[in-house]
Nanobody, 120 residues
């Protein structure tokens, strides 16, 4: 079981940037495919991005392609999400989790998430 703690959220104007972090503890982080998910106001939680354990393959939901970049540092057991050109519709609580790369389904327990609010 991997324990996950997200951070880095905040309030930003449209067009701005934020970098989210997710620190993992427990079993070996480097062996897991990891992903970011988000849940906007009144919406269901949705997949945002995933990265293979090796960092060699990424996947993004269409709405964030070209704006968000997922990365990882296995030595630090940390997952990142660089978010550029933010839009009001990106407002959500962002969560990290282990993920099945093919199905984009989350596999583990959820942490507390980190709130991202984008003002217009």
């Amino acid at each position: 079981q991997v324990q996950l703690v997200e951070s880095g959220g905040g309030l930003v104007q449209a067009g701005g940037s934020l970098r989210l972090s997710c620190v993992a503890s427990g079993r070996t982080f480097s062996s897991y495919t990891m992903g970011w998910f988000r849940q906007g106001p009144g919406k269901e939680r949705e997949f945002v991005a995933a990265i293979r354990w090796s960092g060699t393959r990424n996947d993004y939901v269409e709405s964030v392609k070209g704006r968000f970049t997922i990365s990882r540092d296995n030595a630090k057991s940390t997952l990142y999400l660089q978010m550029n050109s933010l839009r009001p519709e990106d407002t959500a609580v962002y969560y990290c989790n282990t993920v099945d790369f093919a199905s984009r389904r989350a596999l583990g327990s959820w942490g507390q998430g980190t709130q991202v609010t984008v003002s217009s």
